[in-house]
């Protein structure tokens, strides 16, 4: 099993920049035999609308064709990450329902890997591929390999994240009342129960709604709700 280097791996986690961070992750990917590496980030970031930001070292031509086929809604490798975290080696029979998928990696170099999974309570998912484009992965290797990869990803989706979809220190910005009628109408109070609760008019507490829908970009009550509860504010 190949050992990395300490100072490779406080180099990856001391990078600001997500592009740095994926250049120092490529470098560990290599020293485990594999040519290629791939993150996909799918971010709470914009609300309540996942955002997608894909990482990594394919070819230009393969990352065209695969989202001009839109093969990231039929990749098995990404329907099993979305519900498990066990790492899935790529095998003939998990392309089974996907077969020119299969086809169309193999012929890019992109035959033998395997994919595993990072979630955290903020709703953000990551999927961490390895590969390369000979020599198959044997059972050993695979689960001699499968340990530092696993760390790989839990660390590149922990820095990738904080980088990308930072938690907000400050709340967005709301005030102390603000943050009052959020916590109330997570718990389920309505306008008028919080009005009766903080002593206050309805139309006050639904200003105080409105703003705070405004300042989180939330499409409504129940999505700030949602938005604060993945940054830490209830």
């Not at 020293?31 to 930001?53: F, H, K, N, R, W």
């Not at 590149?156 to 009052?180: A, W």
Request: glycine fraction near 4%.
């Amino acid at each position: 099993m190949p050992h990395w280097k300490q100072e490779q791996l406080e180099s990856l986690i001391s990078q600001q920049d997500p592009e740095r961070i994926f250049e120092a992750a490529l470098i560990l990917t290599q020293q485990l035999d594999m040519e290629y590496l791939s993150l996909v980030v799918q971010s709470q970031a914009s609300g309540m609308t996942p955002q997608i930001i894909m990482f990594n070292n394919y070819s230009s031509e393969w990352n065209t064709h695969y989202q001009a086929c839109n093969y990231l809604t039929q990749d098995p490798t990404f329907h099993h990450c979305r519900h498990s975290l066990i790492p899935l080696l790529w095998e003939d029979a998990v392309f089974s329902e996907t077969p020119q998928l299969r086809e169309d990696a193999k012929a890019h170099g992109l035959a033998h890997g395997w994919s595993q999974a990072a979630h955290d309570i903020r709703g953000n998912n990551s999927v961490l591929s390895l590969v390369r484009s000979a020599n198959a992965i044997s059972v050993a290797e695979f689960y001699d390999k499968t340990g530092q990869a696993l760390w790989l990803c839990n660390v590149m989706h922990t820095v990738m994240v904080e980088r990308i979809n930072p938690l907000q220190p400050n709340g967005f910005g709301l005030s102390d009342r603000e943050r009052e009628v959020l916590k109330w109408s997570a718990a389920g109070k309505t306008a008028s129960d919080i009005a009766c609760i903080l002593t206050l008019s309805q139309s006050t507490v639904n200003f105080h709604i409105r703003s705070l829908i405004t300042k989180m970009r939330a499409n409504n009550k129940a999505g700030a709700v949602a938005i604060a509860a993945m940054h830490g504010l209830l």
